[in-house]
């Protein structure tokens, strides 16, 4: 059995899941419950030659913890929920709480940057729900999975795909006018995969990334996360 089993969820009386809120994690270091991009292994274990390759660090504002991504480098970070054995480890069923709710700041986004375009694939903050694995040309497997992006140029609303249609790209928001602002944002995960894999969504997810970069156009870039959760339709 993974150490992830020995792990537990905030669950609050309304079935409102506490994913993560940070509060828990120490003020410039790495989020401990957090892995690398491949789901391997917590980033905290890792050498230190490795982790500081992932430039995402615990920040405090007004006594509330957040993550902080600054810098240019693309580095998923994920966040399994299941373990080595494929099982269910926080019984989570998607179908009990669709909604997914988490909180974003943007400081600086990358310049011209398109989640669709393969030379300018940055984001200055992107979620992605990883719910089972599709495959390419019959033979590799990939992630399928929803990413849900702040885009510099793409506008709110547009959908994209890519890896053969295994990822899709939900633009959540656009653009500076919300910069320097807490903005909160909540999806109906079941609703979006029926709508953009024409299917019914496994009840329990692979896992949750996070990704902020500016490798691809080359700029530096800045953005806070905060209040990852599952909620109950209302």
Known sequence: MSTQAQESLDRKSDGLIIIENFENDQVGELPQRWYDRDGNKKLINHTKDFS????????????????RYQGVTAKHI???????DK???YDINLYETPILSWKVRAHKLPEGANEKSSDRNDSVASIYVVFDMGRVALVKKVPKSIR??????????????????????????????????????ERNLVEDYRRMFGDDPPKNPIAILILSDGNSTNSYVKADYDDIMLKPEK
């Open 52 to 67: 500081e390759h992932y430039l995402y660090k615990i920040r405090n504002n007004d006594d509330n913890k957040f993550l």
């Open 78 to 84: 994920s966040f399994p929920l299941i373990n080595e």
């Open 87 to 89: 099982e269910n480890i």
């Open 148 to 185: 849900y992006t702040w885009s510099s140029t793409l506008p709110k609303g547009e959908t994209g795909s890519k890896l053969f249609g295994n990822q899709q790209i939900i633009v959540v928001n656009s653009g500076e006018q919300d910069k320097g602002e807490w903005v909160t944002f």
